[in-house]
């Protein structure tokens, strides 16, 4: 099992940048493929982009795409989510999860470990 923790939430005016960490324990972290969701109020759960676990595939929403960027850091058991160009549709809660396949699944369900999720808020 993996255990994981986000951080780096917090309010940001449109265009500003964040950058989300988060951090595993529990278990073998470069076995696992990495994903970011996010989910705003009333809406589902919606993937934002995912990292294999050496980090050489990446994928991205076409809403994210070209401004928020995943790397990992294996050796420091955490991934990360730089998002710049912030609009205030990217509010949400944001969560990462993990999955212990060899692809890089795109939907939530294919994911086994999730963490408790950070707020990203963006104002206009």
């Known amino acids: 099992q993996v255990q994981l923790v986000e951080s780096g939430g917090g309010v940001v005016q449109a265009g500003g940048s964040l950058r989300l960490s988060c951090a595993a324990s529990?278990?073998?972290?470069?076995?696992?493929?990495m994903g970011w969701f996010q989910q705003a109020p009333g809406k589902e759960r919606e993937f934002v982009g995912a990292i294999s676990w050496r980090g050489g595939t990446t994928y991205y929403s076409d809403s994210v795409k070209g401004r928020f960027t995943i790397s990992r850091d294996n050796a420091k058991n955490t991934v990360y989510l730089q998002m710049n160009s912030l609009k205030p549709e990217d509010t949400a809660v944001y969560y990462c999860?993990?999955?212990?396949?060899?692809?890089?699944?795109?939907?939530?369900?294919?994911?086994?470990?999730w963490g408790q999720g950070t707020q990203v808020t963006v104002s206009s």
């Open positions: 999860a993990a999955d212990g396949s060899v692809v890089v699944p795109r939907h939530r369900s294919a994911y086994d470990y």
């Open positions: 529990g278990s073998t972290f470069s076995r696992y493929t």
